[in-house]
T-cell receptor, first 115, second 113 residues
Framework: DVKVTQSSRYLVKRTGEKVFLECVQD?????MFWYRQDPGLGLRLIYF???????EKGDIPEGYSVSREKKERFSLILESASTNQTSMYLC??????????????FGDGTRLSIL | GQNIDQPTEMTATEGAIVQINCTYQ??????LFWYQQHAGEAPTFLSY????GLEEKGRFSSFLSRSKGYSYLLLKELQMKDSASYLC??????????????FGKGTRLSVIA
């Protein structure tokens, strides 16, 4: 079974702090993704990466950055946390290449609260 | 632009059949996925369609019509544990497994006795 592990289920931080969310997958997937999920807005893509050291902006990258130094690990960074970044953050991974039928597999999510 | 629409909420009775519709408008089409998400948990993959027609997987089936930009998820013999949100997602763009999925806002299904 695919395992995508996020470092924390719940996290509380203060406005202005630098926040790191970590995600690790054990299936040698090329692609990794960070989404946030908010009531009424669904899942929105923040950043994704299709290879080590590669990153692409998603639909809502402002206020975030990412790091992928190793294939299995994809980190989301909130440079200076703000209250509007309170949300559920979901990491996902999938095989890449020319296989369009590869589903994305999700971690359990990190519920982040910014006070 | 990309747009995926599905109903916000549905209610159905235990043992019945329910159909959850999804319409989409995307730049290119490279497959449609359905996910199930229980409250407080991660989305889990249910089904995939890339060609027109019906894909059946036990109690769950998914249908696709590319010309109409339309899909549905059919759940048979509903059980209480099927109460969850169901997410429709499309992989648009060029023919590539690297393209991220675009998700609809989800349909919250409540199964009642």
């Amino acid at each position: 079974d695919v395992k995508v592990t996020q470092s924390s289920r719940y996290l509380v931080k203060r406005t202005g702090e630098k926040v790191f969310l970590e995600c690790v997958q054990d299936m040698d997937h090329e692609n990794m993704f960070w989404y946030r999920q908010d009531p009424g807005l669904g899942l929105r893509l923040i950043y994704f990466s299709y290879d080590v050291k590669m990153k692409e902006k998603g639909d809502i990258p402002e206020g975030y950055s990412v790091s992928r130094e190793k294939k299995e690990r994809f980190s989301l960074i909130l440079e200076s946390a703000s209250t509007n970044q309170t949300s559920m953050y979901l990491c996902a991974s999938s095989f890449g290449g020319q296989g369009p039928n590869q589903p994305q597999h999700f971690g359990d999510g990190t519920r982040l609260s910014i006070l | 632009g990309q747009n995926i629409d599905q109903p916000t909420e549905m209610t159905a009775t235990e043992g019945a059949i329910v159909q959850i519709n999804c319409t989409y408008q995307t730049s290119g089409f490279n497959g449609l996925f359905w996910y199930q998400q229980h409250a407080g948990e991660a989305p889990t993959f249910l089904s995939y369609n890339v060609l027109d027609g019906l894909e059946e997987k036990g109690r769950f089936s998914s249908f696709l019509s590319r010309s109409k930009g339309y899909s549905y998820l059919l759940l048979k013999e509903l059980q209480m544990k099927d109460s969850a949100s169901y997410l429709c997602a499309v992989r648009g763009g060029l023919y590539s497994g690297n393209t991220p999925l675009v998700f609809g806002k989800g349909t919250r299904l409540s199964v009642i006795a």
